[in-house]
């Protein structure tokens, strides 16, 4: 049956209800961590969204849209405006008058949520170059350290942030790269962020063997994972050492095993001794090279490691006082959230002023985001990365392009700006050219507030690359919402 305008006028109403509610109840709750006043708005609209959000609300939108109104496909930073938007316009429509507490919202409190997202990507992010909406944050490889200029031609290039690594280098490097960037500074004019990122409990390959006349693994191989350094046993072709030698205790039998950023997957099948051995079930055509310092997954397996490791506790003393964004690799829950507060803390008086980037990254991150982004906002500045390298081998690449887009508009939400992580032109940064999908994963980037670049020896070329496509989108697309600029693109 046909619903009538007052219908879809009730089920308005009753959704406004319904997510009022709902939200308040949801504010409530975290009311006591949130001591950032600038935070609050925010908060209290991430608290509508879940709530508006907990419902199928595609019968209503399809309803919606013949009769010219907003189908709420943009609500995320501004929930309840967007709702009572809506309703306004249906009373009009049926001639109803609003009723309290119903107002149409003026544009001011409407964009507010915008405002403040943009007041807070410039606040981490600085201030951004003309015509482009997104910051572009570099990776600094070894070449940085021992290249003065690398960093001045990244900066003239267009980069508004970089990114130290702590999982690689060492702090004599990093120290140096920090000089590099201070000196980049000076000769700019421009300051540029420095966000660094504790490698925190990803479990790696350390050192590896491999048969002299075959390094690459395919299917079927077998590879015995061991303590590091302990790589000794004859019977096996391939081994590699295991930087987090606990994991080795918490694996059991049929678990799978993800090597280097997914390249490799298999199945733990037996253990031997105290280490295990995995059977390889899926390579690339040629295979993979077993290399050391790369990923050791074990996707879905609950690995209870300790959020902070002695290495990211020692790194913290660097990081705390020298960067201007922390970044917490593997973080999964609120309280892991706290526990590098109380580090912080334990370092600076003013810790409150550093900003914090959870790097998302595995299923339990995902599924724990809004306490997340409480956590963090609640006490300091705060900015999410999609960390699309682990995740996607944690939570299945299928399901990438997904969970990136409910964490965008999650964080859209709570007013929080993404960084958008990993394999940005990766062809093109690694190997001087690009494929025609990372173009337009690129593109896509857009309607993140920063955009990530990895390591690799064409940085410079990736980040010229970045800025002309995110200038080009930028007059398309602000967020969700499509820009409807004048089209030249043909003859008329
Ligand atoms: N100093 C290094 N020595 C060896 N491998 C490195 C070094 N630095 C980076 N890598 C490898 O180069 C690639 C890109 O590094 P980058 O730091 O940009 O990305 P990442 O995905 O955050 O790295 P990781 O997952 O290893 O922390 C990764 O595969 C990383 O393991
Ligand atoms: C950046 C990072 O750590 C990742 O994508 O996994």
Redesign the pocket.
């Known amino acids: 049956m046909t619903k009538t305008t007052r219908d879809i006028l009730d089920d308005v109403l009753a959704l406004r209800e319904r997510v009022s509610t709902w939200g308040a109840a949801t504010f409530r709750h975290w009311r006591p961590r949130i001591r950032r006043p600038e935070f609050a708005a925010g908060a209290l609209n991430l608290a509508h969204y879940l709530a508006f959000r907990k419902h199928d609300l595609r019968p209503l939108q399809r309803a919606l849209m013949p009769l010219g109104i907003s189908s709420l496909g943009r609500a995320e930073g501004r929930v309840l405006a967007s709702i009572d938007a809506v309703a306004c316009a249906l009373s009009k429509l049926v001639g109803r008058a609003p009723g309290a507490p119903l107002r149409p919202p003026s544009a001011r409190q409407f964009y507010r949520g915008e405002r403040q997202l943009g007041l807070a990507a410039e606040a981490l992010f600085g201030p951004g170059v003309p015509g482009r909406h997104g910051r572009i944050l570099v990776?600094l490889?070894?070449d940085a350290a021992r290249d003065p200029g690398l960093l001045r031609r990244l900066a003239e290039g267009g980069a508004d942030a970089v990114r130290i690594?702590c999982?690689?280098?060492d702090p004599d490097r990093w120290m140096r790269m920090i000089e590099h960037l201070r000196t980049a500074e000076r000769a700019t004019g421009r300051r540029l962020k420095l966000l660094m990122?504790l490698?925190g409990p990803?479990v790696?390959t350390a050192d590896v063997a491999t048969p002299s006349d075959r390094q690459r693994m395919v299917a079927g191989d077998e590879l015995l994972i061991c303590r590091a350094g302990a790589l000794r046993d004859p019977g096996y072709a391939f081994q590699t050492g295991c930087t987090l030698p606990v994991v080795l205790e918490r694996i059991k039998i049929g678990d799978p095993v993800a090597i280097?950023?997914g390249k490799l997957r298999g199945r733990v099948v037996r253990e031997e001794a105290g280490n295990l051995v995995a059977v390889i079930e899926q390579a690339p055509v040629k295979g993979a090279k077993l290399r050391?310092?790369?990923?050791l997954n074990f996707p879905g397996v609950k690995l209870g490691l300790d959020p902070l490791t002695a290495k990211d506790l020692a790194d913290l003393d660097i990081v705390a006082r020298e960067a201007d964004m922390v970044g917490y690799?593997f973080v999964e829950t609120a309280q892991h959230l706290a526990c590098l507060q109380e580090e912080l803390a334990r370092r600076r008086s003013d810790w409150r002023r550093l900003a914090v980037v959870p790097k998302i990254e595995t299923g339990g991150a995902v599924a724990n985001l809004p306490e997340i982004i409480v956590q963090a906002a609640g006490c300091q500045p705060l900015a999410v990365m999609i960390?699309r390298?682990?995740l996607a081998v944690e939570i299945g690449f299928e399901r990438v392009a997904e969970m990136q887009e409910e964490i965008l508009w999650l964080c859209e939400a709570a007013h929080v700006p993404v960084i958008w992580a990993?394999e940005v032109l990766d062809g093109l940064v690694r190997k001087g050219t690009p494929s025609r999908g990372e173009m337009t994963d690129a593109a896509m980037a857009a309607r993140a507030e920063c955009i990530m670049l990895?390591?690799g020896p064409n940085q410079l070329a990736g980040v010229e690359a970045l800025d002309n496509v995110l200038r080009r989108m930028g007059e398309h697309q602000a967020k969700k919402t499509p820009l409807l600029r004048e089209l030249r693109s043909w003859a008329s």
């Open positions: 990776t490889g070894s690594n999982a690689h280098d990122d490698g990803k790696r280097d950023d050391p310092e790369k990923g690799s960390a390298g682990d990993t990895n390591k």
